[in-house]
């Protein structure tokens, strides 16, 4: 069955340091989304993501970050300077482009973000 | 704007007894609900969808959920737990653009 792959797996990195974070969605979705979820806490929407434009963006996602579509399989990630606060597991998710289905989003297995 | 409260942060139960997770979700248009489960250390994986039709859901691993409107209510529920349904179990509502989670529920299941 096709799955959303993230990598890496777990990431440290200090303070400050930009890191980027890659998701490779299904191959046929069109849709794809980032969330996060701080240790003990609820899985919040980051961005979304179609047809090479953010189609919305929560209020976490200020200037500190930024997203790509490099090529035709991957999706990242970026946070320019790291923040203690970034700690969180990041989750990547992609959906298909069409009504009725849209909306179900299949999620990648996470990359843990530790901040030191 | 769209919103999910599960009530109940942690919820315990024994082998082969019911497991109820509640869910109340606010939503200005007709919602698409989701509930998902996540086992420690892992990502989220769907348990079950409601979008239209009809409102009694069933998904994955005997787990099934009833979309009630008159009560915004979106109840997971299974008839007898197992050891293996220990986890985060998360309620989601679905705007276009995004997935908003309820807190999670955390089920524990006792032999």
């Known amino acids: 069955e096709p799955e959303v792959t993230q990598t890496p797996s777990h990431q440290v990195t200090q303070m400050g340091q930009e890191v980027i974070l890659r998701c490779v969605p299904i191959?046929?979705?069109?849709?794809f989304y980032w969330y996060r979820q701080i240790l003990g806490q609820k899985v919040e929407f980051l961005v979304s993501f179609y047809n090479n434009e953010i189609s919305e963006k929560s209020e976490i996602f200020d200037d500190q970050f930024s997203v790509e579509r490099p090529d035709g399989s991957n999706f990242t990630l970026k946070i320019r300077s790291t923040k203690l606060e970034d700690s969180a597991m990041y989750f990547c998710?992609?959906?298909?482009?069409?009504?009725?289905?849209?909306?179900?989003?299949?999620f990648g297995p996470g990359t843990r973000l530790t901040v030191t | 704007a769209q919103s999910v409260t599960q009530l109940g942060s942690h919820v315990s139960v024994s082998e082969g007894a019911l497991v109820l997770l509640r869910c109340n979700y606010s939503?200005?248009?007709?919602?698409?609900l989701f509930w998902y489960v996540q086992y420690p250390n892992q990502g989220l994986q769907l348990l079950l969808k409601y979008t239209t039709g009809a409102t009694l859901v069933k998904g994955i691993n005997g787990f099934e959920a009833e979309f009630k409107k008159s009560e915004t209510s979106f109840h997971l529920t299974k008839p007898s737990a197992h050891m293996s349904d220990a986890a985060e179990y998360f309620c989601?509502?679905?705007?276009?653009?995004?997935?908003?989670f309820g807190t999670g529920t955390r089920l524990q299941v006792f032999p």
């Open positions: 989601a509502v679905s705007t276009a653009d995004k997935l908003i």
């Open positions: 998710a992609s959906s298909e482009d069409f009504s009725g289905r849209k909306y179900e989003q299949y």
């Open positions: 939503s200005s248009v007709p919602p698409y």
């Open positions: 191959s046929n979705h069109l849709y």
